[in-house]
């Protein structure tokens, strides 16, 4: 099996401030669509990214925020274990950033050779 990386994107909403009731039930859905991916043996890992950061650029110039310049962020991400892509974008798409209106881009994980 290969591995891909699902990267959780979305808008930037610096305004919007969940309650506590719906943050844990969106923590909830995304625990299910996660367990689900692990119930069927192809789980390899995942996290969220914090919205704090730093971004290095050439010069050596350092901006604030890992957004300093788009409207999108990358929220977290998810390793799976999959046949082929096909199979990724299948597992991807149970994820609940889609029900928001946010993406995930899969990616075939290259292993590096020592």
Not at 39 to 47: L, P, S, V
Not at 75 to 104: Q, R
């Amino acid at each position: 099996m290969t591995e891909f990386m699902m990267i959780f994107r979305n808008e930037y909403e610096p305004s919007v401030k969940p309650t506590p009731e719906q943050m844990q039930a969106s923590i909830k859905q995304w625990q299910d669509w996660i367990g689900g991916i692990a119930a069927q043996g192809k789980f390899a890992g995942t996290n969220r990214l914090s919205s704090e950061g730093k971004t290095l650029m050439p010069n050596h110039l350092i901006a604030d925020g890992p957004y300093a310049e788009v409207k999108e962020i990358i929220g977290g991400y998810l390793i799976v274990k999959a046949n082929d892509i096909n199979e990724a974008m299948s597992l991807a798409s149970g994820c609940p950033i889609l029900e928001i209106g946010g993406n995930v881009e899969v990616r075939t994980i290259i292993p590096m050779n020592p």
